[in-house]
């Protein structure tokens, strides 16, 4: 079967609708020029003319290793049923094609994926791992690595539960979703053989890219402004050390397909850029050979193919822009591309507070997080406030978290009056371990807890008691939110109407990191629950509530909600819409069903639109 001496390179393709197939042509004709050494090998339902470099397989003849898994598989994906259907089945029709031709290692890509070098440096990033947990660009070694993949994914769907708690976890916005590169990421997080191809990024393999309201292709990672060298190779600058990286393949989801024809070879190089013809600048004057009618229609042609560019560059933005700018963003973790969080680097005005000012308590629990660890401990002991005692309890971690807070402590960030307590110490979950936490400051005046992954603002502990002391009839406070990636770059903001005492029963859109509250609160409706392990914050504010204690929404920005891969909120989501609903019934009196939530919450979600365009606009006070 096989002809060349490289790693082959798999695609699959089915003609699913109009648009499925105006794009695979350029992946696999790129697939072949980039790695001339390497079998390009299409899988297909529909042999596709003008392609002598691609050997074609039809999907029919591997059609027998499809139908169990179609047995098993159930809907829940915003995709199209049948274009979704595929995604998984396709692992299946290439287990059954390499078995029967004794294909060893290989890369699997999708076909809105463009190749700019053979794959070999791609596959050796692997090792002797078996495969990765992307589902767009991989490199498999033979049948161990897929048997993997299909065995995780007849698992998924053969457990209604876990199948739920897949779907609910990576939700798109409200809906329940799963795709095979979501199943591929959940196999990733349960079995360390496979490689985390994330970790490669930075290296130049794959970045999704986008068009960018300034023209340029900017990156969702590590590196930024995509640029095409005269050599045809895409570049970047990495973020972290300006280095320029050049690119082995990208690849161009959604409506960023539309830029693929820009980027695929051959091109016309000039000594200064990359384009797909001729410059203005190239055709001032007629040659030798031709006459001035001709050298106006170049310059015409050249004027179509900018606008060209041009339109395909601008639709995709305006198609989503509108859509996009009046969405609700309280959990739409990714608005934009990443960013330096501006409160973090600009000077911040503390407010004056009388002496002495009122003790404020924080608590942090943490079970192995010492990978984010490091920036919540420091985002609270550098803040300035005179009267704070910060405790971390930890249930034993043994990814080094203990040597990570005993370097801190020993750091010039601590200084008296502030005191760091660190209790490492097994505890039954995360509400017992706040509450042992609290158990150490029994003088507080002002509390609060910050998960292990999240970050204060600076500044905000003075904000915080300045408020109370100005308004003694508050009883809790709470702010807008900044949402940052795993590597701390701002990706999005969430902007809160004034507090509602009713939708508060239908949804929790507290941002549990911005909440603060007076001690009279804790001990009427303290501690917390440990009966909850998701919704622990949600059930002490509706308790509050019910003990007629006044909540205020504050106008600024008070903290940073982390998301990543291994986040609490992620990992339980099942168990939390069990809580949920559980709260619900206790404090409305039945299970409301999800068209009557949405009924309810509607006025309030429109408002929370409203403001958050209100600060994009600079209508509102809020700073920065």
């Known amino acids: 079967m096989l002809q060349k001496s490289g790693i082959p390179i798999i695609f699959v393709q089915a003609l699913l609708g109009a648009g499925a197939e105006k794009y695979p042509d350029i992946a696999l004709r790129q697939a072949a020029r980039a790695a001339p050494d390497s079998d390009v090998i299409l899988l297909t339902d529909v042999e596709r003319p003008g ?18 898994f179609e047995r098993l598989y159930r809907h829940a994906s915003i995709n199209d049923f049948r274009y979704e259907l595929l995604c998984f089945t396709r692992w299946f029709y290439v287990r059954d094609f390499v078995k029967r031709h004794g294909i060893g290692r290989f ?16 596959a050796a990033e692997f090792g002797d791992r078996p495969a990765g947990n992307w589902s767009w660009a991989n490199t498999i070694s033979g049948l161990d690595g897929l048997d993997l993949i299909c065995g995780h994914f007849e698992t998924i769907f053969r457990d209604p539960v876990r199948l739920q708690a897949i779907a609910e976890k990576y939700s798109i916005g409200i ?14 997080n349960r079995n360390p053989t496979l490689l985390d191809q994330h970790n490669i990024c930075a290296r130049g393999f794959d970045e999704n890219i986008h068009s960018s309201a300034r023209g340029l292709f900017v990156m969702d990672g590590p590196i930024k402004s995509l640029m095409i060298g005269t050599d045809g190779i895409p570049r970047a600058k990495r973020n972290g050390d300006g280095a320029d990286v050049p690119f082995h393949f990208l690849h161009f989801q959604g409506p960023a397909k539309d830029l693929m024809p820009k980027f695929a070879w051959p091109v016309i190089r000039s000594s200064e850029d990359y384009s797909l013809g001729p410059r203005m600048g190239e055709i001032d004057r007629p040659t030798d050979t031709e006459s001035e009618n001709a050298m106006l229609r170049r310059r015409i042609a050249a004027l179509e193919h900018e606008v060209r560019n041009l339109r395909e560059m601008v639709t995709p933005l305006l198609r989503h822009s509108w859509r996009a700018k009046f969405s609700p963003k309280l959990y739409q973790w990714v608005q934009y591309d990443p960013r330096e969080v501006v409160e973090l680097t600009a000077a911040v005005a503390e407010t004056s507070l009388p002496s002495p000012a009122p003790r404020i308590a924080i608590v942090t629990p943490s079970y192995n997080y010492a990978d984010f660890l490091g920036d919540t401990v420091k985002s609270v002991i550098t803040q300035t406030y005179p009267n704070l005692t910060y405790v971390v309890q930890d249930n034993n971690s043994t990814d080094g978290s203990a ?3 005993a370097s801190i402590a020993q750091t010039d960030l601590l200084q008296e009056p502030r005191r760091l307590i660190v209790r490492s110490e097994a505890d039954r979950g995360q509400a017992d371990a706040i509450n042992r936490g609290f158990a150490q400051v029994p003088d507080a005046e002002i509390m609060a807890y910050l998960n292990a992954d999240d970050i204060l603002l600076p500044g905000v502990l003075s904000f915080v008691a300045s408020t109370f002391l100005r308004e003694p009839e508050v009883d809790v406070v709470y702010g807008h939110r900044i949402f940052i990636d795993a590597n701390g770059w701002e990706t999005g903001r969430c902007v809160l109407p004034n507090h509602d005492r009713h939708v508060i029963k239908w949804m929790d859109y507290i941002p549990q990191e911005t909440m603060f509250w007076r001690r009279r609160v804790w001990d009427r409706v303290g501690p917390f629950d440990e009966s909850f392990r998701f919704a622990i914050d949600w059930d002490f504010i509706l308790r509050a509530h019910d003990q007629g204690f006044r909540f205020k929404r504050l106008p600024r920005f008070l903290g940073c909600f ?20 559980r709260l619900r019934r206790r404090h409305l009196g039945y299970d409301p069903s999800g068209k009557e939530i949405g009924r309810e919450i509607k006025g309030y979600l429109r408002r929370h639109v409203l403001f958050h365009r209100a600060y994009k606009l600079r209508l509102l006070g809020i700073n920065p």
Request: glycine residues 4%.
């Open 107 to 122: 890369c699997i890509f999708d076909t809105d994926v463009l190749l700019f070098f053979p794959v070999e440096s791609f």
């Open 403 to 405: 040597k990570l807070l």
């Open 51 to 68: 392609l002598p470099e691609i050997r074609q397989v039809a999907l029919v003849d591997h059609r027998g290793a499809v139908t169990e």
């Open 175 to 188: 809906t329940p979703h799963v795709s095979d590169m979501f199943a591929l990421f959940d196999l990733g």
């Open 562 to 581: 982390r998301w990543h891969d291994r986040q609490k909120t992620s990992a339980l989501l099942k168990v939390g819409a069990d809580e949920q609903k």
